[in-house]
């Protein structure tokens, strides 16, 4: 008798046992990220108990907490840049990632995001950007188009929304990518870039909420809305030849930054070294 | 020695190597002396955008298993309060001190003040213990920063220093024991998959999942049961972690919240008074004996959790208490509570808060002259 074959994903090795039924909704794009986050951390062979999660709160950090098998910290809203700050310092040898949305990382957490792109600490960032709070109710976020209607602009959104990638790139980021669901392939290659470097990175994912934010905008089909991020999407190369005014509602995408400057915490060793020295 | 450049010493000898923080008076020179004390042992000073973020990073930090610590006054301890509860949920081991000025707000950054008590007490919402100790000098300042770092360590908490601007700067003589003479806890830590998993909810403290030893420990500040799992909606595990973390720590009260007696069996009239302002009462202690008045000090050391037990058989053959403290009365509901009903018990604030108590003025409350 032979004994039945036993069929496993082959990124089931990354998913905590009990851990499922995930809690995204229907046609969510956290499903995704979450699966090409793995491909990535397994398509660069980077071991399981080498990784760190930070997660923030919202829908995007329930992507890593508690559904990887990975030492996860579910931190506070808007903090988890901090806490994985004090991660990546305490045991430089960790691989960090934070996984956190636009309102966690740019309106609440904002102050943590710049000066973590501007020391150029080692830690990953993704950021979810749905353009909307999603988890409370379909709030108007930071990211929110102008003149959107939401469930706390009934009358339409008046203020401009922040531009995330420009924003880290202003701050120093060494390494600044976006991507939309849309863009796998591309996402999952940035992951690797990302996490075969050793400075900051910022990974920004424009990312679909069928259920708050498609909904105002007539789209309420997952797939549709991807076809949406396609349509509106923009490279960086054609963005260049496009006005302000032509850029509008449109996600220019690509690789923005990507250079080595000296990371913090081998900035760190070395001043360890130096210190020790001076004070013999 | 300077209190707070004892504070730091006391924090190396603890086994402290991670330090956050963003500049604020009175706690400057703490940060000072750490920054030029940490990079020699290959320790981490490193200075954070706010307090929040402070705090934020001293609680990653603490999960990769490292001692760790910050320092603030008033308006920087007020923004650490949501994280200090996350330590408490997540029972992550930190040391926080408050270096108290006078507030409410800016107040005045370098004058003495104990406004935070409560605020150290019950600052972060919702239910839960805390432990904090009050010095009353630059000595404690050392001693009591390693016994800070010690009991967060035992008993897997935050745990505040709540001094005051006048024991973080006063200068006097610090005796520094040599190294094998101290004290120094450190935590239970996972050595099994099997340990690792029930990494939580302990009342008598689980070892700790720290990162990067392969058990893939889950933290959240969210309920959460032994396993760390998220349990967001079952009142079962709320009242499981709230009544744990109670467990943890009350029925230690004695252990961990010391008390000082100072002439105060023969007694008649009991000083009570804690930090700065057991100064003063000690040498209106003195200086009253000296005249033939039986008054004696008692100086509670750890503030929270109160120890109720302690006061209550230290105080029960006074006849009179009078309660020293340097606000409108921030301990005095838990002193007066621990007192028998019999025994007259008094508040005085200083004439005017903010500064010391004037010995003659409480010399007046001691002779029954003034109520």
């Given amino acids: 008798m032979s004994s039945p074959v036993e069929i496993a994903h082959p990124l089931s090795k990354y998913i905590r046992k009990g851990a499922q039924p995930h809690t995204h909704c229907s046609g969510c794009g956290n499903g995704i990220i979450a699966q090409s986050f793995l491909r990535a951390v397994d398509e660069v062979g980077l071991p399981k108990q080498k990784l760190v999660c930070v997660a923030g709160i919202g829908c995007s950090g329930w992507i890593p907490s508690p559904f990887f098998d990975i030492d996860t910290l579910h931190a506070t809203h808007g903090r988890p840049i901090a806490f994985a700050t004090g991660v990546k310092l305490g045991n430089p040898d960790l691989e960090v990632v934070v996984f956190a949305g636009d309102g966690d990382v740019s309106a609440i957490g904002g102050n943590h995001l710049i000066h973590a792109a501007r020391r150029n600490i080692g830690i990953k960032v993704i950021c979810v950007n749905n353009m909307i709070y999603g988890m409370t109710g379909g709030e108007v976020a930071p990211t929110t188009p102008r003149g959107m209607k939401t469930t706390t602009t009934p009358f339409g959104n008046l203020e401009r929304p922040f531009d995330l990638s420009k924003l880290v790139i202003a701050a120093g980021g060494t390494y600044v990518a976006r991507w939309t669901t849309y863009h796998v392939a591309r996402l999952v290659a940035s992951m690797k870039n990302a996490l075969t470097r050793n400075g900051f990175a910022f990974l920004e994912v424009v990312s679909q909420c069928p259920v708050h934010y498609g909904r105002r905008i007539g789209i309420t089909n997952p797939v549709e809305m991807m076809r949406w991020f396609q349509k509106q999407s923009i490279t960086t190369e054609r963005a260049r030849e496009m006005t302000e005014q032509e850029l509008l509602g449109k996600f220019v995408v690509g690789e923005f930054v990507n250079i080595e400057v000296p990371e913090l915490t081998k900035l760190y060793a070395d001043l360890f070294e130096a210190a020790i020295r001076g004070s013999n | ?371």
């Fill in chain 2, 1 to 371: 020695m300077q209190g707070n450049e004892a504070c730091a010493l006391g924090a190396v000898a603890a086994g402290c190597r991670f330090f956050a923080f963003y500049p604020i008076t009175p706690a400057g020179e703490i940060a000072e002396k750490m920054s030029q004390l940490l990079p020699k042992i290959r320790g981490v000073y490193i200075q954070m955008e706010d307090e929040i973020a402070a705090i934020g990073s001293v609680i990653g930090a603490s999960w990769t298993g490292l001692k760790a610590m910050t320092a603030t006054s008033g308006p920087g301890f007020s923004l650490m309060q949501e994280n200090i509860g996350y330590a408490v949920m997540t029972e992550t081991p930190c040391v926080i001190v408050d270096v108290q000025r006078a507030g409410p707000s800016t107040g005045i950054v370098s004058a003495p003040m104990q406004g935070d008590v409560v605020q150290a007490r019950h600052g972060s919402h919702g239910e839960y213990e805390i432990i904090a100790l009050a010095p009353s000098s630059a000595q404690e300042m050392f001693d009591l920063t390693i016994r800070a770092f010690n009991l967060a360590e035992q008993y897997r908490t935050p745990v505040i220093v709540l001094a005051d601007e006048t024991v973080a700067h006063m200068r006097e003589e610090v005796i520094i024991p040599q190294e094998d003479s101290l004290t120094i806890l450190s935590r239970k830590v996972s050595s099994n998959a099997e340990d690792a998993a029930r990494g939580f909810l302990s009342p008598s403290v689980a070892p700790m999942p720290i990162f990067g030893k392969g058990f893939a420990a889950h933290v959240t500040g969210s309920s959460h049961d032994e396993y760390g799992m998220r349990q967001a909606s079952a009142p079962e595990a709320i009242d499981k972690i709230v009544r744990t973390i109670n467990q943890k720590i009350v029925p230690h009260t004695d252990q961990i919240s010391s008390i000082e007696k100072i002439m105060l069996d023969d007694a008649d009239v009991a000083l009570v008074a804690y930090g700065s302002c057991a100064r003063t009462a000690e040498y209106v202690v003195k200086h009253a004996r000296k005249q033939g008045i039986e008054v004696g000090l008692l100086r509670p050391i750890g503030l929270w959790p109160f120890p109720a037990e302690g006061v209550r058989e230290a105080l029960k053959s006074v006849k009179r208490v009078i309660v020293l403290e340097n606000n409108l009365g921030q301990l005095f509901p838990e002193i007066e509570r621990a007192v028998p009903s019999n025994v007259e018990t008094t508040f005085l604030a200083p004439e005017i808060l903010a500064t010391l108590h004037r010995p003659d003025y409480v010399m007046k409350y001691v002779r029954g002259e003034a109520h």
